[in-house]
């Protein structure tokens, strides 16, 4: 394969932002002058890579302003002048880790060397400063004109490129052919080369939640039979016991919510079952299926009455859904909710009256962790099998007593835990949208904002509903009746029912749950020998399709402006700009 010299590659980049971007045209300097590139070189003490020289001499980098022409997030080109300032500041920065890469030879310096001598920082990086950006390996060698990564929060890295006219080479192709240069697409926007993400998607996803109906919820297996007695011999004999002895095992508190004046089986409604997964189920058995495959990451309870009127429900498995404000607001709807959780160190009782908290009946403790000691030379040991919380345990215990005597709450958790409890699998309620944002200016390059203060109402909202029917086409959630009938409806400028448990409500909820399960998979397959049965590829559709019916959400409950923000942010094509403004001109 041949690659282009620097000369050539130059003139195709150049042509390219004449052509599309004749601001950051504009923006390239003049070539260096040769004697200042000698300067540098006697100043630095190098010789610079001939790719490098040819590159200076035909542009000392750019003008850095609105519109400057840059590699990505590999930043601006540096000039002579740049490139003698970042290398000489860097070589101030590892001055002091010399010593510590002493065990380094020349070729492992060349790359994993914080700063050698020799290496050229020759862009500035995304910040447009020294702390990142592409370095040049100028020392004489096997890597002699080697292009590596430098970032100041990582290690540096070669990347593929043997030298600048790769990297140069590739750049113009990507100008020229609309593709991607290290991961973004190049594109010509009002004058300016920007940078922009072409979001492919996997078009048919495989389900998470459709692998976990298909899995059988695992049992409990019966408890073996006793073993008989052996009769004692006549005389004296002794036990031996082998091994240290037992901790004793930690007390159950789970997370825990009481709901005044409804049956368990409304309490159940409201935190959101799946009725197919209903039914009762010990405490062991609940925590068994829930982190069984058959569960698919969503949260498993148990439901059932105490003293007083109140009903009840434990967290048995999932994310925890009682500390979310959406919950409470939800199961306290014309009632009164206590909850009591523990986390860590922390444990919390609240109380909520028809979705209003009331700060001043909470009660909070937070207890140091006591699982560590220090040893004789200063060390830290961690002990095991040793609650690390003690106090937390001991505060859980104490606040569940309080309750008696201030709610007329009576409930021990270590009393129901054989008992069958009506449970199920939760599909949780939705996020709060946050009802404030910050003035929309830009996204993506574009300016919002003015477009906001230019375009009349009415046609901006209709060019963001064509545009937020873009989006639900690219990833795929207009194959939902619901969704697309929704999308219809907004078009339309027509009312939308969002309620929780109405068809649109439920939809999107499942998303959701698609995708927690769904890198939920994932993650446990990276402690296991097995694949996991979804891929990137599918974490990635179902994240958005999730974050598409957000956006629906979004264009429903806030300003047109924050929602415009969330469907433009999120578009998948890089072309979304052209389709705005013919979305805006019909």
Not at 34 to 44: G, T
Not at 50 to 77: A, C, F, I, N, W
Not at 257 to 272: N, S, Y
Request: net charge negative; with cysteine.
């Amino acid at each position: 394969m041949t690659t282009f010299t620097v000369e050539q590659s130059w003139a195709r980049i150049e042509s390219w932002l004449a052509q599309h971007a004749a601001v950051s045209h504009g923006l390239l300097r003049p070539p260096a002058l040769p004697e200042d590139i000698a300067a540098a070189e006697l100043r630095l003490g190098v010789t610079f890579p001939p790719d490098l020289k040819e590159s200076l001499l035909r542009h000392d980098g750019v003008q850095l302003q609105d519109g400057t022409p840059t590699l990505g997030y590999y930043g601006p080109l540096s000039g002579v002048e740049d490139i003698v300032q970042s290398t000489e500041f860097l070589r101030n920065v590892g001055a002091d880790l010399d010593e510590d890469e002493d065990d380094l030879d020349e070729e492992e310096r060349d790359e994993y060397a914080y700063w050698p001598h020799e290496r050229l920082l020759i862009t500035l990086g995304i910040g447009w400063q020294s702390s990142d950006g592409l370095f040049l390996v100028s020392r004489p060698g096997p890597n002699h004109g080697r292009v590596g990564r430098y970032f100041d929060e990582d290690s540096p890295s070669f990347t593929p490129w043997p030298g600048l006219r790769h990297v140069l080479a590739d750049f113009a192709a990507a100008l020229d052919n609309g593709t991607p240069f290290n991961g973004r697409t190049p594109l010509g926007f009002e004058g300016r080369l920007i940078w922009d993400d072409d979001r492919a998607t996997v078009p048919d996803p495989l389900s998470p939640l459709g692998l976990a109906a298909e899995a059988t919820e695992p049992l409990v297996p019966p408890a073996a039979e006793p073993v008989p007695s052996v009769p004692r011999p006549d005389g004296p004999y002794t036990v031996v016991s082998i091994g240290a002895p037992t901790a004793p095992a930690a007390p159950v508190q789970p997370d825990v919510v009481f709901v005044a004046g409804i049956p368990p089986e409304e309490l159940l409604d409201r935190l959101g079952s799946v009725p197919a997964t209903a039914g009762p189920r010990s405490r062991e058995q609940a925590r068994l299926s829930a982190a069984a495959p058959w569960a698919a990451y969503r949260p498993m309870v148990r439901v059932g009455r105490c003293a007083d009127g109140w009903s009840y429900a434990t967290q048995e498995g999932g994310d925890a859904q009682f500390r979310r404000p959406e919950v409470l607001r939800r199961l306290s709807r014309g009632t009164r909710v206590v909850r009591l959780t523990k986390e860590g160190p922390e444990v919390l009782v609240t109380v909520t009256e028809d979705g209003v908290e009331r700060p001043e009946a909470a009660r909070r403790v937070d207890s140091p962790r006591e699982d560590y000691m220090t040893g004789p030379a200063g060390q830290q040991w961690q002990r095991v099998g040793v609650d690390p919380w003690p106090g937390s345990t001991a505060a859980y215990a104490r606040l569940l007593a309080g309750l008696a005597t201030e709610y007329g709450i009576t409930w021990d958790p270590q009393d129901d835990g054989d008992v069958p409890l009506e449970s199920a699998l939760l599909l949780p309620v939705l996020d709060d949208v946050p009802s404030t944002r910050y003035p929309i200016s830009s996204v993506r390059d574009f300016d919002l904002g003015g477009l906001v203060d230019r375009t009349p109402p009415e046609r901006l909202r209709s060019g963001m509903a064509a545009q937020l029917a873009r989006l639900a086409s690219e990833t795929g959630i207009d194959t939902y009746p619901e969704i697309a009938q929704a999308v219809e409806r907004i078009r339309r400028d027509e009312p939308v029912d969002l309620a929780a448990d109405g068809a649109l409500g439920l939809r999107m909820r499942t998303l959701a749950a698609e995708s927690r399960a769904a890198r939920g998979l994932l993650d446990a397959a990276r402690h296991r020998s097995a694949p996991s049965p979804v891929t990137a590829g599918d974490l990635n559709a179902w994240a958005a399709r999730d974050s598409a019916a957000g956006a629906v959400r979004e264009f429903l409950l806030l300003p047109l402006p924050a929602a415009a923000a969330t469907v433009l942010r999120q578009r998948r094509s890089i072309r979304w700009r052209d389709d705005l403004a013919a979305d805006l001109a019909d």
